[in-house]
């Protein structure tokens, strides 16, 4: 049942050396590749990182959590923030329509002012964090990095833009998931 792989699901940053099989890192890809996304456009790309000398570089500029060094591979989710085939970012435009000149040239800076509002790769990372977990595979999201920086150092194209990384390794110990808020608190139904 999903619900039982979701409640065994926690943030695991103590991870073991042990290498993680290629078929296990082809598996989590796969259900990142099959995520869902605003008119099938699919604008990602998933950048694995299993180089130690680059996770080391990547956990620097995530402002020294030094515990990323461990992870065994990292998966850098990355936007795709122009679409050709839409000829623009119309839903930005509208949304922001101060900065409606800039759009089309999206660049780096502009688009961390807004705050990163494209960021549909949360969905295929997701699939990825349970993909893993349902192999013995733990993982922590990072989205606390420099993210010029980051993207500089993959040299990534200009608007391909690191949203996310996700940290995985197979864990040293056994964790206990944390407590979350009661469907009472979170839900309401029809209207607040
Ligand atoms: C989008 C996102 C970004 C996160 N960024 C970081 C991060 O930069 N560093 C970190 O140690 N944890 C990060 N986390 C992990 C959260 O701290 C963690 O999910 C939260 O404390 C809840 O714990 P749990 O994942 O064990 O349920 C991030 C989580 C999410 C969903």
Redesign the pocket.
């Known amino acids: 049942m999903l619900l039982d792989l979701l409640k065994k699901r ?2 695991l ?1 103590d991870f073991s050396s042990k290498d993680i099989e290629k078929e296990k890192i082809d598996y989590i890809l796969k259900a990142g590749r099959l995520s869902p996304s605003g008119g099938n456009e699919q604008p990602w790309k998933f950048g694995v990182i299993t180089n130690k000398d680059l996770i080391k570089k990547i956990s620097n500029l ?1 402002y020294n ?1 030094k515990w990323i060094n461990d992870a065994n591979f990292l998966i850098v989710l990355c936007t795709i923030i122009v679409s050709d085939k839409r000829g623009g970012r119309d839903i930005q435009r509208a949304r922001f329509p101060e900065f409606k000149d800039s759009i089309n040239n999206m660049d780096k800076k502009l688009y961390s002012k807004l705050n990163q509002e494209e960021h549909q790769t ?1 969905i295929p990372g997701t699939h990825m964090v349970l993909a893993a977990l349902e192999q013995g595979i733990g993982s ?5 990095f420099k993210v010029e920086e980051v993207s500089k150092l993959l040299n990534l194209d200009k608007n391909c833009i690191p949203s ?1 990384i996700i940290a995985f390794g197979y864990p040293k110990k056994k964790i206990k ?2 407590k979350k808020k009661s469907l009472d608190d979170i839900v309401f139904y029809n209207e607040n």
């Open positions: 926690c943030s940053r995530a959590q949360k922590t999201w990072i989205s606390y996310e998931p944390k």
